[in-house]
C-alpha cells in the first residue's frame, strides 16, 4: 500500500477514536515538538496472553509488564526469529500512541537491548508512548566475528535479514496486541545501527516511513579491513613496537587548535570543519636541543599524518575515502594509539574479527593476523568485494524509498574516531548526483556535529534529539532546520549541510540562541578519489542464499 493512501486511512481512523484519550500534554491537532496529534490507543488483551499468538517465522517465549526505571509501564515480549534472531518487543500498556520505533545495535552486535540513541527531550521517547523492538541480528556474543564460521544464515541476518524480518515481526505483534497497526515507522540507529538504517532504505524501503542514520559503518568491508589495520599498522616500526604512543595526543592536538581553531572565526577549542585546516604535523619536528616533551620526531609526526591521512598502497593509491581521521579529532585517537608498548588496541580487534571471519564468507581463518594484509590495489578487491555485495549499504539509489513518502536523516560527529565523517560526505556527495540535489533535498538531510566523537562524546556538544524533527517531517510535512546540540557546559545549533552555526557577535558563545544559520559561499568540495570509489554505486547489491553451510551468491 502506498504511504499517502495509508496515511488517508490512518486519518479516517482517527476521526472515529474521539471516544480514545488523548496523550497528556497533547494540543488538538498537534501534539508536542510538532508532531501529529495521534489518539492513544488500549490494548486489546493482557500481556500473557501475548506468550499465545502465533506470528509466522516467531516464537514467542516470554511477555512480562516492566514498570521499574521506565517513564511508563510496557509489555515487554521476547522471542526468536526463525532460525536464531532474538528479538525483544515493548508495547505500553497505559496508551500507546500509533508510532513503531525500531532501533539498531553496534559493531558486529550479537545482543538485543533497545536503545533510542539521540532523542534527548523526543516527547514521545520521554513519556513511553511507542513501540518499539531490536534484534540481535541472528547470533548471541562472540565479538571476536567467530559466530560467522561456517554460519551463512548469521552472516544474512546481520547483513540484511534480521533487522528487516524484525520490522515484519514486530508489526505483527503490535497489530495483534492493539488490533491497530502502526500509524508511522521509524528506525533510528548509529555505527553499525547507522549501516543497517540505510540497508533498510535501499532494500526494504517501505518498512520505515522515517530513517535516522547515525555514523553509518555502510562501507563496512573497507571499514573492518584497511581502516582499522591502517590505523594499527601505520604506527609500527620494523620491530613491530609502536612509534607513536597516546601520551603524544595532547600535543598534536593543541597544535592543531593553534594552527586551525580561528578559521571559522571563533576560538571555541572546536573546528567547524576540518576540510578547512591545513595542519602539517612536520611543523611539530623537534629543533635542536629542544625539549622532547615539546616536539615530535619525525617518526611520529610521520605516523599522524599516515593516520589523519589513511591507507594507502607504496604508490599512494587510497585504499579508503581521504582523511581517515580529521584534524581536530586527535584526542580520541586513543582507540588505536596505545598508551604504552605491548598493549592491543580496538582497532586491531575490529580488523581481526573481520578478516578472519566475515571478509570472506566462506572460508573462515582464525589464524589470520594484521601482517598477513597486503596494502596493494590487488589486495584490496580480494579483500573487499567478497563480503560487501551483501554486507555494505552504499547503493546511492533511493529512489523507491523517495517515492513511498520515506524520510531520511543522516548524521556525524566530526571527531569520529572509529567511522570518519569523510565516508559520510561522500555518500551523500553520491546519493546528490545520482538522483539530483533538488529530489534529495525533498526526502533527505544531513547533519555534521562538531568536535563529536563516535555516536555521541568528544569536546564538542553531544546529546541531541534527531528523533523529533525525523517524526514531524514525515507526520507534518515540516522539514527539519536546525538540532540543538549540548553538553555540561555548551549548547549549539547544527544546521543541515552544508550550512553551518555562526557566532552572532553577542552573548555568550556557549549559548545556542547567539548562533545563527551561514551557508558558505563555496561548498567545500570533497576528494572522493580513491580506489574503491566504485563501490558508491547501484546495482551491486546481491541476495545471497545459505545452502548446506555455505553462502552461495
Known amino acids: 500500500m502506498h504511504r499517502p493512501f495509508r496515511t488517508i486511512l490512518v486519518a479516517a481512523a482517527a476521526l472515529l477514536l474521539t471516544a480514545t484519550a488523548t496523550p497528556a500534554g497533547a494540543q488538538a491537532g498537534r501534539a508536542p515538538g510538532g508532531l501529529a496529534n495521534l489518539p492513544a490507543v488500549q490494548p486489546a488483551m493482557p500481556c500473557a496472553d501475548v506468550t499465545g499468538l502465533t506470528v509466522k517465522g516467531v516464537t514467542i517465549t516470554s511477555a512480562t509488564v516492566v514498570t521499574a526505571n521506565t517513564p511508563a509501564p510496557y509489555c515487554e515480549v521476547r522471542g526468536t526469529i526463525a532460525p536464531a534472531n532474538t528479538v525483544v518487543v515493548r508495547l505500553p500498556v497505559n496508551g500507546w500512541t500509533q508510532r513503531y520505533v525500531q532501533t539498531g545495535c553496534g559493531g558486529l552486535c550479537g545482543s538485543a537491548n533497545i536503545n533510542y540513541g539521540q532523542s534527548a527531550g523526543c516527547p514521545v521517547i520521554a513519556d513511553g508512548t511507542v513501540a518499539s523492538a531490536t534484534t540481535d541480528m541472528g547470533h548471541q556474543g562472540r565479538n571476536d566475528g567467530s559466530w560467522a564460521a561456517g554460519n551463512p544464515q548469521a552472516q544474512l541476518d546481520f547483513s540484511y535479514r534480521g533487522v528487516h524480518e524484525t520490522a515484519v515481526a514486530a508489526k505483527a505483534i503490535i497489530k495483534a496486541f492493539y488490533h491497530r497497526a502502526p500509524a508511522y515507522s521509524y528506525f533510528t540507529g548509529c555505527s553499525d545501527g547507522?549501516?543497517?538504517?540505510?540497508?533498510?532504505?535501499?532494500?526494504?524501503?517501505?518498512?520505515?516511513?522515517?530513517?535516522?542514520?547515525?555514523?553509518?559503518?555502510?562501507?563496512?568491508?573497507?571499514?573492518?579491513?584497511?581502516?582499522?589495520?591502517?590505523?594499527?599498522?601505520?604506527?609500527?616500526?620494523?620491530?613491530?613496537?609502536?612509534?607513536?604512543?597516546?601520551?603524544?595526543?595532547?600535543?598534536?592536538?593543541?597544535?592543531?587548535?593553534?594552527?586551525?581553531?580561528?578559521?571559522?572565526?571563533?576560538?571555541?577549542?572546536?573546528?567547524?570543519?576540518?576540510?578547512?585546516?591545513?595542519?602539517?604535523?612536520?611543523?611539530?619536528?623537534?629543533?635542536?636541543?629542544?625539549?622532547?616533551?615539546?616536539?615530535?620526531?619525525?617518526?611520529?609526526?610521520?605516523?599522524?599524518?599516515?593516520?589523519?591521512?589513511?591507507?594507502?598502497?607504496?604508490?599512494?593509491?587510497?585504499?579508503?575515502?581521504?582523511?581517515?581521521?580529521?584534524?581536530?579529532?586527535?584526542?580520541?585517537?586513543?582507540?588505536?594509539?596505545?598508551?604504552?608498548?605491548?598493549?592491543?588496541?580496538?582497532?586491531?580487534?575490529?580488523?581481526?574479527?573481520f578478516l578472519r571471519y566475515l571478509a570472506d564468507p566462506n572460508h573462515p581463518n582464525p589464524a589470520y593476523q594484521l601482517t598477513d594484509l597486503r596494502f596493494t590495489v590487488e589486495s584490496f578487491w580480494r579483500t573487499v568485494l567478497p563480503s560487501s555485495t551483501y554486507m555494505a549499504a552504499l547503493d546511492p539509489d533511493l529512489g523507491a524509498f523517495q517515492r513511498g513518502g520515506g524520510k531520511l536523516v543522516l548524521w556525524h560527529g566530526w571527531n569520529d574516531q572509529h567511522i570518519s565523517a569523510q565516508n559520510t560526505l561522500v555518500y551523500w556527495d553520491t546519493v546528490r548526483r545520482t538522483m539530483g540535489e533538488r529530489s534529495v533535498d525533498r526526502f533527505a538531510r544531513l547533519y555534521l556535529f562538531p568536535g563529536m566523537a563516535h555516536c555521541g562524546g568528544g569536546a564538542g556538544p553531544n546529546t541531541f534529539d534527531v528523533l523529533t524533527p525525523l517524526m514531524s517531517w514525515v507526520e507534518r510535512g515540516t522539514a527539519p532546520g536546525r538540532i540543538i546540540a549540548a553538553n555540561a557546559t555548551r549548547t549549539r545549533p547544527v544546521f543541515p549541510y552544508p550550512a553551518v552555526a555562526r557566532y552572532d557577535g553577542s552573548g555568550s558563545i556557549d549559548d545556542a540562541a547567539n548562533f545563527v544559520q551561514y551557508t558558505p559561499r563555496h561548498e567545500v568540495r570533497n576528494d572522493a578519489g580513491w580506489v574503491g570509489e566504485r563501490l558508491f554505486s547501484h546495482g551491486y547489491q546481491t541476495w545471497p542464499r545459505a545452502v548446506d553451510g555455505t553462502l552461495v551468491m
Open 194 to 353: 547507522g549501516r543497517e538504517a540505510l540497508m533498510e532504505a535501499q532494500r526494504y524501503p517501505d518498512d520505515f516511513d522515517g530513517i535516522a542514520a547515525g555514523a553509518p559503518a555502510n562501507n563496512m568491508a573497507v571499514q573492518n579491513t584497511f581502516h582499522h589495520a591502517w590505523n594499527v599498522l601505520a604506527n609500527k616500526d620494523a620491530n613491530g613496537a609502536f612509534i607513536l604512543l597516546s601520551g603524544r595526543l595532547p600535543l598534536v592536538h593543541d597544535a592543531v587548535l593553534r594552527a586551525c581553531d580561528g578559521i571559522d572565526g571563533l576560538t571555541d577549542g572546536l573546528i567547524d570543519d576540518p576540510r578547512l585546516c591545513r595542519f602539517d604535523p612536520a611543523s611539530l619536528h623537534c629543533a635542536a636541543a629542544q625539549d622532547p616533551a615539546t616536539c615530535l620526531t619525525p617518526a611520529e609526526a610521520t605516523v599522524v599524518r599516515k593516520l589523519h591521512d589513511g591507507a594507502t598502497d607504496a604508490r599512494g593509491n587510497r585504499l579508503e575515502p581521504a582523511v581517515a581521521h580529521p584534524w581536530g579529532s586527535e584526542l580520541e585517537w586513543t582507540l588505536f594509539v596505545p598508551a604504552a608498548q605491548g598493549q592491543t588496541v580496538a582497532s586491531e580487534n575490529f580488523a581481526l574479527s
